[in-house]
């Protein structure tokens, strides 16, 4: 079974310029997840899909990141402007969780390195 | 809000044992416990339910003590390939909320030979 996707691996950009980040989740995980996790801490949730809705976007600063995930399957992370202190691990995880179910095990990507100068 | 891990850093000689706590200030629904070698993934170790369950894979396990709102990681005979960044991820709402997971920040496990 393929893991979660994520391109690309690295990223470097300058301060200003915008960026995209692609996730392909595993197939039939209708939950997929972008976290940002920044040198030495824990990863912090940005957004959440349940197939195509966005559940919970809470901590997504909207003024410079959006995201998207069309056909509840595939997702994108835009960030415009970039800034530096937007330097960091973006990962992108994804799980199958029904109501019943409740909390199931999240499958993350390996990342996307991105810095900002 | 962040759930605290303690301690922050241990390390080991391969054989030993260890335990890493997670806590929180708030109900728990759920642990989830990771663990993140340099560069990599996390990677899902297990998750424990509200209601005191225990459980074990190989020689890790956990315990999801309800009242003190603490969950242990177990790790026993620990081996090389064990080193890794422990995270904690916890759910506080459960019901229409599932899923969401607020993490802790870390601790860092170093095993030797």
């Known amino acids: 079974e393929a893991g979660v996707v994520q391109s690309p691996r690295y990223k470097i950009i300058e301060k200003k310029q915008p960026v995209a980040f692609w996730c392909n989740p595993i197939?039939?995980?209708?939950?997929l997840y972008w976290y940002l996790q920044n040198l030495g801490q824990g990863p912090e949730l940005l957004i959440r899909?349940?197939?195509?809705?966005?559940?919970?976007d809470s901590q997504l600063p909207k003024d410079r990141f959006s995201a998207e995930r069309l056909k509840g399957v595939d997702s994108t992370l835009k960030i415009q402007p970039a800034e530096l202190g937007d330097s960091a691990v973006y990962l992108c995880?994804?799980?199958?969780?029904?109501?019943?179910?409740?909390?199931?095990?999240?499958?993350f990507g390996p990342g996307t390195r991105l810095t900002v100068l | 809000q962040q759930p605290v891990q303690s301690p922050q850093a241990v390390i080991l000689r391969e054989g030993e044992d260890a335990v890493i706590n997670c806590s929180s200030s708030?109900?728990?629904?759920?642990v989830h416990w990771y663990r993140q070698k340099h560069g990599e993934a996390p990677v899902f170790l297990m998750i424990?339910?509200?209601?005191?369950e225990q459980k074990g894979h190989d020689k890790i396990s956990a315990s999801f003590n309800e009242k003190k709102q603490q969950s242990s990681l177990y790790l026993t005979a620990s081996q090389l390939s064990y080193s890794g960044t422990y995270f904690c991820?916890?759910?506080?709402?459960?019901?229409?909320?599932?899923?969401?997971?607020?993490f802790g920040q870390g601790t860092i496990l170093t095993v030797h030979p």
């Open positions: 995880a994804s799980s199958v969780t029904t109501r019943t179910s409740g909390n199931n095990e999240q499958f």
């Open positions: 197939s039939g995980h209708n939950t």
């Open positions: 899909y349940e197939n195509e809705e966005a559940v919970d």
């Open positions: 708030k109900a728990l629904y759920s």
């Open positions: 424990l339910l509200k209601g005191g």
């Open positions: 991820g916890t759910d506080y709402a459960g019901g229409t909320s599932y899923g969401k997971l607020t």
